[in-house]
């Protein structure tokens, strides 16, 4: 950008703002110059935190929305406004998702009455009623986001985009970028430190993963699909001299790897792990393993002994050691991590994508080059390599240049394993072997 626009930043203006605030947050003065120059809106803004307080996921996920909306319409060149939603918005119930406007399950104001009229407890202690199919906060208001579209939004250039779960940056702006811990990212760092051992998840279910920045520019490709659907549904009522069907139907893409490109929860997993013994972190605490289990009991199970057992052992060394021990209270945030994220890892959903695919084959082919958002040819081995390397660098902060110490560290952690696993074997042994000669005494 530096060498082809070096006047970049000059072009460029940050204005304040705070989605849980009226009007955004934004200074009046502000306002008016977004009126006057703005001709393009992406609203990616969203609390993503799938178990977000009620109130606050419904000022940042539908409030903001609609006083963005509002915003817009007062825009006088405004070209396209994109909102960016979620392919899960519209799961409770429902196995198969299409690139259509569902019913909300309530719309945004009859919500915010019922908010507005209760404390935080209270709405804590009735979540879970006003929820009804829906598995989190996040998915539920983002449902009923779409439906504001629709009434805010009305004759607006307004498009919607719904990725599946959003993973590392494939190419840009560099290989392999996250920046958070959030869904599968969240199981593969756990993972890569030794941390997360099992999970609950459907080996055979698809883990409808997409690349960060495939989603970015598709979102960028919509916006000006939406600009020039809209041209034509203008060019059309104008020509018709009729006001009958001028009502602009906003067009919604669902942005999925499942209908192209579909990974399982096992593929994910066994390549993940192949990478993370490739190029392990220095920061790993124990092996990598993970079992992934369908069952509730087995999984329960398997937590207790490659979690609970381990983690009170560590602590309990610490404390004799004079450290703080951590590792419990971790398993205890793992634990409310992989049951959120195991209504998605247990389920596979059909979603449709024609517009999607009618968006792409639309592009030149110099732009498909430019804006790559065709998940079909995407090599998920070779994507998981780059995925595993931006997990170390960007959230563990662990170097590639120190592979070469990581891999020694881990055939250490390797050995440990292994002796503590014979020594318990040699243990239950030796306590069979002993039940066993009393059984034999007795009889």
């Known amino acids: 950008m530096k060498k082809e626009q070096p006047n970049f930043l ?17 200074a009046e003065q502000y306002q008016e110059i977004l009126k006057n120059e703005v001709n393009i809106v992406l609203h990616s803004a969203a609390t993503v935190r799938f ?4 109130r606050i996921a419904v000022k940042i996920n539908i409030h903001a929305l609609q006083d963005l909306l509002k915003l817009s319409r007062h825009m006088k060149n405004l070209k396209s406004f994109i909102h960016i939603s979620t392919a899960y918005s519209n799961c409770a119930g429902r196995k198969v998702v299409d690139e259509v406007f569902y019913k909300p399950p309530i719309n945004g104001k009859q919500l915010t009455t019922i908010i507005d009229c209760l404390d935080d407890d209270y709405i804590t202690n009735i979540t879970p009623s006003i929820l009804g199919e829906w598995p989190n906060t996040y998915a539920m208001t983002k449902a009923i986001a779409e439906g504001e579209v629709l009434i805010h939004g009305k004759n ?3 498009g ?10 494939d190419t840009e702006p560099v290989s392999g970028w996250i920046n958070n811990f959030y869904g599968p990212t969240g199981v593969v760092a756990a993972t890569g430190l030794g941390v997360m051992r099992c999970m609950r998840a459907d080996p055979k279910a698809i883990a409808d993963i997409v690349p960060g920045d495939y989603v970015s520019n598709a979102v960028l490709a919509a916006a000006w699909d939406t600009h020039n659907q809209w041209k034509e549904h203008n060019h059309s009522i104008n020509q018709s001299n009729s006001l009958e069907n001028d009502y ?4 919604i893409f669902n942005f999925v790897s499942s209908s192209s490109n579909p990974v399982t929860w096992d593929e994910f997993s066994t390549i993940n792990k192949k990478y993370g013994y490739t190029i392990p972190s220095l920061k790993a605490i124990w092996p990598i393993i993970l079992i992934l289990a369908k069952n509730k009991y087995k999984y329960l199970f398997l937590c207790f002994f490659l979690h609970t057992i381990p983690g009170y052992f560590l602590d309990t060394l ?13 398993y205890r945030k793992l634990e409310k991590f992989a049951d959120v994220i195991s209504y998605f890892s247990l389920r596979s959903w059909i979603f449709h994508d024609k517009n999607t695919r009618g968006l792409l084959s639309r592009l030149s082919k110099q732009d498909q080059f430019l804006f790559q958002f065709n998940i079909s040819q995407l090599n998920w081995d070779d994507y998981f390599y780059r995925h595993v390397c931006g997990i170390r660098m960007y959230i563990l ?3 590639l240049e120190t592979i070469s110490q990581g891999k020694k560290h881990i055939q250490r952690l390797n050995m440990a394993y292994y002796t503590l696993l014979s020594i318990f074997a040699a243990l239950v042994m030796y306590i069979v072997y002993g039940l066993f000669l009393i059984f034999m005494k007795s009889n």
Do not use: Q
């Not at 178990?51 to 009620?54: F, K, T, W």
């Open 248 to 251: 602009f139907v906003s067009p």
């Open 10 to 26: 000059e072009k460029m203006s940050a204005v304040i703002g705070d989605c849980s605030l009226p009007n955004l947050g934004i």
């Open 318 to 330: 610490a404390r004799l050691t004079g450290k703080t021990p951590k590792l419990m209270d971790g």
């Open 156 to 158: 607006l250039p307004v």
């Open 397 to 399: 902060k662990d170097p």
């Open 51 to 54: 178990d977000e307080h009620l």
């Open 160 to 169: 919607v985009v719904r990725p599946s779960m959003i993973v590392a940056t």
